[in-house]
């Protein structure tokens, strides 16, 4: 079973974009649900965007909804995050995160989500 590598971090001025990406190496993502979740340096972990299984519903938290757009590939068992109009309160560790259940399921109960990467630092400087 392989793990959830990120990338795509990194230091951006307000305004600007980054890519993140998921791979899952050794693994596949078709069986799963996938989701990225964010946490801020003091704050709780929050819920950004996830995608069905099949990659035709998307649900969004509403402060990137129209900004961010979240996308998968199963042949390449990748995940993405494009983030436009990037804000300073999107500074974050960003992770992925899958599971075999429904998104609704990821999106509310993330503790019991099978597999976590290890995250990847966005950064939006004002």
């Known amino acids: 079973q392989g793990e959830l590598v990120e990338s795509g971090g990194g230091l951006v001025q307000t305004g600007g974009s980054l890519r993140l990406s998921c791979a899952r190496p050794?693994?596949?993502?078709?069986?799963?649900?996938l989701a990225w979740f964010r946490q801020a340096p003091g704050k709780e972990r929050e819920f950004v965007a996830a995608?069905?299984?099949?990659?035709?519903?998307?649900k969004y938290r509403e402060s990137v909804q129209g900004r961010f757009t979240i996308s998968r590939d199963n042949a390449k068992n990748t995940v993405a995050l494009q983030m436009d109009s990037l804000k300073p309160e999107d500074t974050a560790v960003y992770f992925c995160?899958?599971?075999?259940?429904?998104?609704?399921?990821?999106?509310?109960?993330?503790?019991?989500?099978?597999?976590w990467g290890q995250g990847t630092q966005v950064t939006v400087s004002s």
């Open positions: 050794g693994g596949t993502f078709t069986v799963y649900s």
């Open positions: 995160t899958a599971d075999r259940a429904p998104i609704e399921s990821m999106i509310a109960r993330p503790d019991q989500n099978d597999i």
């Open positions: 995608i069905s299984r099949s990659g035709g519903v998307t």
